[in-house]
């Protein structure tokens, strides 16, 4: 099913908890109001997952928060593949190394580690946490577990600005598959500390000289380079004016609502009425049909 502006909705990105072991300063929250204390079952998110299905959805990412602390987490992604969806995961890593093979068994595809830095103090200083040496484990237990392709995502900043250099010599010592650099999102603590924001600028420039374009990503009309070996994509949200352009995506809120878009409070759907609903289950996908079409027919760009 289309939107009102030809964009298809094919990926559902899908926040288990608010709750997390970092304290990142530009955390962009998912959009979401974080106090809430009621998360979805799996059975719930299992449900609009598979009505999801019907408008297209071909693929899920888990997020947070920080996903892993859902001790549920290996039965979400059981029952999400089982509706023969992709399904992977951004996470901070802080578990990766325990959890790695457990997830690959229980049929995750591919994760995203969020490392924000290229050296123990920078991601200290990052996230408030002193656990560098712990994340670069678990990205090796990812890339031994086969959760490929294995992806860094990078947000750069003016506390890690020097470093983004490092980081791609980083990355390919470790052996990953891809980069995302990302600029700050004006959302959440990014609102905040917007101050910190810095371009991609000059990191492309280093890509065109240094590396190859390969592609423009369908999704959010990202470029993509390659560089030694490495997939580098620069993700623009803020400075590039067709990114919603590109945009497939759909939100499930931890708390039980559909929302359109990251930035956007005013394009939201509430479902925790079906989801409680004491109704048969034919019944409640029928009613989750209606509440997706009424978010596909008000989803809009932000950029407009």
């Given at each position: 099913?289309?939107?009102?502006?030809?964009?298809?909705?094919?990926?559902?990105?899908?926040?288990?908890?608010?709750?997390?072991?970092?304290?990142?300063?530009?955390?962009?929250?998912?959009?979401?109001?974080?106090?809430?204390?009621?998360?979805?079952?799996?059975?719930?998110?299992?449900?609009?997952?598979?009505?999801?299905?019907?408008?297209?959805?071909?693929?899920?990412?888990?997020?947070?928060?920080?996903?892993?602390?859902?001790?549920?987490?290996?039965?979400?992604?059981?029952?999400?593949?089982?509706?023969?969806?992709?399904?992977?995961?951004?996470?901070?890593?802080?578990?990766?190394?325990?959890?790695?093979?457990?997830?690959?068994?229980?049929?995750?595809?591919?994760?995203?580690?969020?490392?924000?830095?290229?050296?123990?103090?920078?991601?200290?200083?990052?996230?408030?946490?002193?656990?560098?040496?712990?994340?670069?484990?678990?990205?090796?237990?990812?890339?031994?577990?086969?959760?490929?392709?294995?992806?860094?995502?990078?947000?750069?900043?003016?506390?890690?600005?020097?470093?983004w250099k490092d980081f791609l010599d980083?990355?390919?010592?470790?052996?990953?598959?891809?980069?995302?650099?990302?600029?700050?999102?004006?959302?959440?603590?990014?609102?905040?500390?917007?101050?910190?924001?810095?371009?991609?600028?000059?990191?492309?420039?280093?890509?065109?000289?240094?590396?190859?374009?390969?592609?423009?990503?369908?999704?959010?009309?990202?470029?993509?380079?390659?560089y030694k070996g490495l997939k580098v994509?620069?993700?623009?949200?803020?400075?590039?004016?067709?990114?919603?352009?590109?945009?497939?995506?759909?939100?499930?809120?931890?708390?039980?609502?559909?929302?359109?878009?990251?930035?956007?409070?005013?394009?939201?759907?509430?479902?925790?009425?079906?989801?409680?609903?004491?109704?048969?289950?034919?019944?409640?996908?029928?009613?989750?049909?209606?509440?997706?079409?009424?978010?596909?027919?008000?989803?809009?760009?932000?950029?407009?």
């Open positions: 099913m289309l939107d009102r502006y030809g964009r298809p909705v094919e990926d559902l990105r899908i926040t288990l908890t608010h709750a997390c072991n970092f304290e990142c300063f530009f955390c962009h929250m998912e959009g979401e109001d974080v106090s809430t204390s009621h998360y979805l079952t799996p059975q719930e998110i299992y449900l609009v997952a598979k009505v999801a299905k019907e408008f297209g959805v071909k693929s899920v990412k888990l997020t947070g928060g920080e996903p892993t602390l859902r001790r549920d987490l290996t039965e979400i992604i059981k029952l999400l593949k089982a509706l023969g969806l992709e399904v992977s995961m951004t996470t901070n890593g802080f578990l990766l190394s325990q959890l790695a093979r457990k997830l690959k068994e229980a049929g995750l595809d591919r994760v995203n580690v969020s490392l924000h830095a290229a050296t123990r103090e920078t991601f200290k200083r990052v996230t408030g946490v002193d656990a560098f040496n712990r994340v670069i484990e678990g990205v090796k237990a990812a890339i031994e577990s086969g959760l490929r392709p294995v992806k860094l995502n990078f947000v750069i900043n003016v506390v890690n600005y020097k470093e980083l990355a390919e010592g470790l052996g990953v598959d891809w980069i995302n650099f990302i600029e700050l999102h004006p959302v959440g603590r990014g609102a905040t500390n917007f101050s910190l924001h810095v371009g991609l600028n000059e990191v492309e420039d280093f890509l065109k000289r240094n590396g190859r374009l390969i592609t423009i990503s369908k999704k959010h009309n990202r470029p993509v380079y390659e994509a620069l993700i623009k949200p803020y400075s590039n004016p067709i990114f919603c352009a590109g945009c497939n995506r759909i939100r499930l809120t931890a708390d039980g609502k559909l929302k359109s878009c990251l930035y956007r409070n005013d394009r939201v759907v509430d479902i925790t009425g079906i989801l409680s609903y004491d109704v048969p289950l034919e019944e409640k996908a029928e009613l989750l049909r209606r509440a997706l079409r009424i978010l596909i027919n008000i989803r809009e760009p932000n950029f407009i």
